[in-house]
């Protein structure tokens, strides 16, 4: 009888020390997953905001071809 219930309390505490290293790898991965997920938004904000900043810079020389400053953008462009 003992040697029974020995066994079926290391059978439980078997299948529940599985469950909990299921669990810790299934937050583990979702973890992973969301940093990524991050990562990729991150990413593409920062591509979209530097085509934002090019076509304000675009769209600020065509608008004022002759400014002093595009001009003086224009000369230094030319020696470096």
Avoid: G
């Avoid at 020390?17 to 979702?30: F, G, I, P, S, V």
């Amino acid at each position: 009888m003992d040697f029974e219930l020995r066994r079926a309390r290391e059978k439980l505490e078997k299948e529940q020390k599985e469950r909990k290293e299921r669990a810790r790898l299934k937050l583990q991965k979702e973890r992973k997953a969301k940093e990524e997920a991050q990562k990729q938004k991150e990413a593409l904000e920062a591509v979209q905001r530097s085509r934002r900043i090019d076509a304000a810079q675009a769209q600020l020389k065509v608008s004022t071809p002759f400014s002093p400053l595009s001009l003086l953008s224009n000369l230094f462009q030319d020696y470096f």
